[in-house]
Every structure is written in structure tokens, then in C-alpha cells.
């Protein structure tokens, strides 16, 4: 089956730094891998996907890659805003599976 | 787009009474959703995976007769918490899946339960 390890948070960044959650996995197969991202008090939302090694996810400024040889997908940020402040998670599935595995979360706190 | 509505957003329940959540996909047919349980600062458990016009298939160590779900349309799965304890107090998610051959979910907002 499939599984996830996430870094641990939470993770507390000023605003306009450089933000990096790492994100391992192990699955059988060859799994697209996603991160979505939820706010508070909210459900939560796709927020990049990669279906292929060396692929490339990127949304809001948000970036990660498929790396097959390292079995990562850390998310990258450049500048993080106030606005960034949420919990990230990682998530592999095969594309016929029925579910998502979901990493723990982490937890991004940016203050200004 | 693809747009998932719960309801209702947080209830409050005594002990010993039953509470049903409503899982709606809006503009498009679902016909695999899925029900979540996060408890606070904490990843999501899968509970149960609810198919059309069957039964839902639960996750090991979740009770069926507690936590009963139903997807009778396309559109709609409910999950109803019977004979709620505290202990049940929790942030129930669902997602539902757009299509059969994609792992792209899409999520509810989340209902929040108490039990008093």
C-alpha cells in the first residue's frame, strides 16, 4: 500500500521567505501525487498534482516536483504571504485507486 | 468546475441522539464518495468509501452500525452518526471522485460535530 512522511510541523515562517515542506512516500506503482492545502476551519483543496516523474506541480506561486529516483514531492515557495498560513498535505494515489493516502499535515504559520 | 457542499457546517447534539450529514456534489455525478474524520492538529482518516446504489465499503475498525452512510443518487451521500457519545465529537469530511478513471477529489467544507 501506499504511504507518506511529511515533515513535521508546524512550520513558522516570516512573511516573504522561503518556504520548503518536504514530502517522502512509498507506493507500489507508479502513483500521482498531489498536495492539497486547508485552511482553517475549511475542507480541503487540491492544491497542485503530478501524474509523472519529473513532472512539475505548480499553482499560487507553489511548486513541486515528482522526483521517482528520490521518491519526493517537497513543496517549494519562494515568498509565503500572511495569506499562506494553512495546513499542507502531501498525498499519493494510483490513478485506479479508490483513495487518497494522506500524509499527517503540516502546519505553515507565517506572520508578518 | 467541481463544487462539493456539506451540510450542515458544525451542529450540536446531545448524547444518545442521531445526527445525519449531508455530502452534495453540485454540478457534476459522483459516483464513488469518500467520508473522513480529522481529529484536531491531525492528518485524515479515511472512514468509508460510499458507491452509488451500494453499500459503502468502511475502513478497518470503523463501525458500519455507527456510522451509517448512504448514497442513494448520484449527487448525494449522507452519513449519519447514531447514538452519538463525545467521543464523536470530530471534523467530518467528505470528498467525492468526478468520473471513474481519475484520483482527482474534491472536497467539502467539513461539518463539525459536537456531542454535549
Known amino acids: 500500500g501506499n504511504s507518506v512522511t511529511q515533515m513535521e510541523g508546524p512550520v513558522t515562517l516570516s512573511e516573504e521567505a522561503f518556504l520548503t515542506i518536504n514530502c517522502t512516500y512509498t507506493?507500489?506503482?507508479?502513483?500521482?501525487l498531489f498536495w492539497y492545502v486547508q485552511y482553517p476551519g475549511e475542507g480541503l483543496q487540491l492544491l497542485l498534482k503530478?501524474?509523472?516523474?519529473?513532472d512539475k506541480g505548480s499553482n499560487k506561486g507553489f511548486e513541486a516536483t515528482y522526483r521517482k529516483e528520490t521518491t519526493s514531492f517537497h513543496l517549494e515557495k519562494g515568498s509565503v504571504q500572511v495569506s499562506d498560513s494553512a495546513v499542507y498535505f502531501c498525498?499519493?494515489?494510483?490513478?485506479?485507486?479508490?483513495?487518497?493516502?494522506f500524509g499527517t499535515g503540516t502546519r505553515l504559520q507565517v506572520t508578518l | 468546475g467541481a463544487v462539493v457542499s456539506q451540510h450542515p457546517s458544525w451542529v450540536i447534539c446531545k448524547s444518545g441522539t442521531s445526527v445525519k450529514i449531508e455530502c452534495r456534489s453540485l454540478?457534476?455525478?459522483?459516483?464513488?464518495m469518500f467520508w473522513y474524520r480529522q481529529f484536531p492538529k491531525q492528518s485524515l482518516m479515511l472512514m468509508a468509501t460510499?458507491?452509488?446504489?451500494?453499500?459503502?465499503?468502511?475502513e478497518q475498525g470503523v463501525e458500519k452500525d455507527k456510522f451509517l452512510i448512504n448514497h442513494a443518487s448520484l449527487t448525494l451521500s449522507t452519513l449519519t452518526v447514531t447514538s452519538a457519545h463525545p467521543e464523536d465529537s470530530s471534523f467530518y469530511i467528505c470528498?467525492?471522485?468526478?468520473?471513474?478513471?481519475?484520483?482527482?477529489?474534491?472536497f467539502g467544507a467539513g461539518s463539525r460535530l459536537t456531542v454535549l
Open positions: 503530478a501524474t509523472k516523474a519529473d
Open positions: 460510499s458507491n452509488e446504489g451500494s453499500k459503502a465499503t468502511y
Open positions: 454540478d457534476f455525478q459522483a459516483t464513488t
Open positions: 498525498a499519493p494515489s494510483l490513478r485506479t485507486a479508490s483513495k487518497l493516502t
Open positions: 507506493a507500489t506503482g507508479y502513483p500521482s
Open positions: 470528498s467525492a471522485r468526478k468520473g471513474v478513471n481519475t484520483n482527482v477529489l474534491t
